[in-house]
């Protein structure tokens, strides 16, 4: 599968932005999909994922309350709605897909097989 991200840019603390990933291919709904993201100098972090029929979500503790992850297996679409934006949510944000029979949400890269390019997000203060 190959994973386009979208829906970055410049913003202003406190506002919002809604990030898409569209995947390739028509097994779309076996893949639990997920968001992180890496600012220069740190390590790649767990945003969200979301399970193959939207069912489980799980959130890193960063960003809990402020973003929501969900998905159109219609439209081989996930979506990472991002409100409240801090300075220190400035990132370049990845989706990953992770090829699976099961009910699960991973939470670590290790899981997931597919990557896209990313997207930048620059929260300004």
């Known amino acids: 599968v190959q994973l386009q991200a979208s829906g970055g840019g410049l913003v202003q603390a406190g506002h919002s932005l809604r990030l898409s990933c569209a995947a390739s291919?028509?097994?779309?709904?076996?893949?639990?999909m997920g968001w992180f993201r890496q600012s220069p100098g740190k390590e790649r972090e767990f945003v969200a994922a979301i399970s193959r029929a939207g069912t489980v979500r799980r959130y890193g503790d960063s960003v809990k309350g402020r973003f929501t992850i969900s998905r159109d297996n219609a439209e081989n679409t996930v979506y990472l709605q991002v409100n409240s934006l801090k300075p220190e949510d400035t990132a370049v944000y990845y989706c990953?897909?992770?090829?699976?029979?099961?009910?699960?949400?991973?939470?670590?890269?290790?899981?997931?097989?597919?990557w896209g390019q990313g997207t930048q997000v620059t929260v300004s203060s």
């Open positions: 291919g028509r097994t779309f709904s076996q893949y639990a």
């Open positions: 990953a897909a992770d090829y699976t029979v099961t009910r699960a949400a991973p939470t670590t890269s290790e899981h997931y097989d597919y």
